[in-house]
């Protein structure tokens, strides 16, 4: 039986709104993880030099905004609250603001279109945590992953295709690098993460023709002797072969909208590298609140208002189910 939504809740990582809100931001962050002081004081500078100010908060409110449109048009009533994991607005205080207006059946759509323990389980983790410390608390459902969805593709399509056109290089001399957010190897070896993002890449890249790209990894944080996903961008930047490619092509297939690790890591460490190594550069944008992005949003609210409503999926991994599994990506065993 399909519930009575009465609300949708936006969930997301946050980000400092201020100088003043980096470093508690990032002890909520880094809390219980093995991540150098030296690294957290590095991060901690990245945000400083913009003022302290994360642009995921800016691209939130303007997806909101999207969002409270798309679904007018659609006829959807659902009105539209935002809570983080790391910063204000909190999970808690929101899901307080729901019960407090009355919502009874709340769907979260979480800033992350792929599975793993911190892009998708802990975020349950961190609703239902939220939950039993209010007297009273909405249920949630939290929309499943769409990292297949053909929407997901499209979108990423879209924004590779909008900066191809800036630039007339040959794409037989353009090497494009897919990247996403590296995790410790026990965290992606607990879920589908790595496979999740090869499908994704190979959609897009048979969908925009690419015939050079490769899959690698951006923002690894924790300690030298813990194992994480690699390569690294700069490190494959490195390797290719100034013989063969004039342009690296930089693409965040692993994001929704910016977060300072694409602006830190892409626009300025792997800018640079390229530069260093005789390559020309380009960072495609991220999803943001690109209209079919919201077109995206719109069609998996429509999956769960409506148990008729088709569950589109483009390769061989099929749709993600509605709800996850009890066992699904596991907390990853921390070393001490």
């Known amino acids: ?198 499908n994704t890449s190979e959609l897009i890249a048979k969908q925009v023709n690419l015939p050079h790209w490769e899959l690698c990894y951006q923002s690894r944080s924790g300690g030298p002797s813990q194992p994480w996903l690699e390569p690294d961008v700069c490190d494959v930047i490195r390797s290719t072969s100034k013989k063969d490619f004039d342009r690296i092509m930089v693409h965040p297939v692993g994001f929704v909208s910016d977060h300072m690790e694409i602006i830190f890591d892409l626009d300025r460490d792997a800018k640079q590298c390229a530069k260093e190594c005789g390559f020309s550069f380009v960072r495609s944008q991220t999803p943001g609140t690109h209209p079919t992005m919201i077109e995206l949003i719109v069609d998996l609210i429509k999956e769960y208002i409506d148990p008729h409503h088709p569950r589109p999926s483009l390769g061989d991994l099929g749709p993600r189910p509605r709800h996850c599994p009890p066992g699904c990506c596991p907390a990853p065993v921390r070393p001490r």
């Open 1 to 198: 039986m399909t519930p009575n939504y009465d609300a949708l809740f936006l969930v997301s990582f946050g980000g400092p709104e201020g100088p003043e809100d980096v470093l508690p931001f990032l002890e909520n962050v880094l809390r219980g993880k093995p991540v150098p002081e030296e690294r957290k004081k590095e991060v901690a500078s990245h945000y400083q030099a913009f003022g302290g100010i994360s642009p995921i908060n800016r691209q939130n409110r303007e997806m909101i905004q999207a969002l409270r449109k798309a679904l007018h048009h659609e006829n959807i009533d659902l009105p539209i609250y935002w809570g983080n994991r790391n910063w204000k607005p909190y999970i808690q205080d929101t899901l307080e603001e729901m019960a407090k207006d009355g919502r009874k059946n709340v769907l979260a759509y979480v800033t992350s279109a792929y599975s793993s323990y911190s892009g998708c389980r802990q975020y349950r983790e961190n609703i239902e945590n939220a939950r039993q410390a209010l007297d009273q608390a909405p249920t949630v459902d939290k929309i499943r992953s769409f990292f297949n969805h053909p929407l997901w593709i499209k979108v990423h399509a879209q924004r590779m295709e909008e900066a191809l056109a800036k630039d007339s290089s040959s794409m037989e001399r353009t090497k494009v690098l897919f990247t996403a957010h590296s995790l410790p190897l026990s965290m992606s070896q607990s879920s589908d993460y790595t496979l999740q993002l090869q």
